[in-house]
């Protein structure tokens, strides 16, 4: 059974930087693409950044470009993404994703509150 487990979210004020993780379990780490997803209050879900496994390229949102950076680490299973100078229009609900040989697969979400 895949799961994708959220960690490090919370309130931040304007500026300030919030690290999110997200550990895999049930699936071949190095075998996935990992993205994170978020979802403003009464807005669509939208991308924000992914880590390719196959050549370790990334991509960006151009609205967290130079702010965000996803990163993994194959030894413990997780996908970071360092959030920095964090914005209002930031706040949103953060989700893990994983797509691989096996399907594709959400986590549960992180709270991402940002306060001026």
């Known amino acids: 059974q895949v799961q994708l487990v959220e960690s490090g979210g919370g309130l931040v004020q304007t500026g300030g930087s919030l690290r999110l993780s997200c550990t895999a379990s049930g699936l071949t780490f190095n075998q996935y693409t990992m993205a994170w997803f978020r979802q403003p209050p009464g807005k669509d879900r939208e991308f924000v950044a992914s880590h390719i496994h196959k050549d370790g390229s990334t991509y960006y949102a151009d609205s967290v470009k130079g702010r965000f950076t996803i990163s993994r680490d194959i030894a413990k299973n997780t996908v970071y993404l360092q959030m920095n100078n964090l914005k209002l229009e930031d706040a949103a609900v953060y989700y893990c994703?994983?797509?691989?040989?096996?399907?594709?697969?959400w986590g549960q979400g992180a709270q991402v509150t940002v306060s001026s």
């Open positions: 994703y994983a797509a691989g040989p096996s399907g594709a697969y």
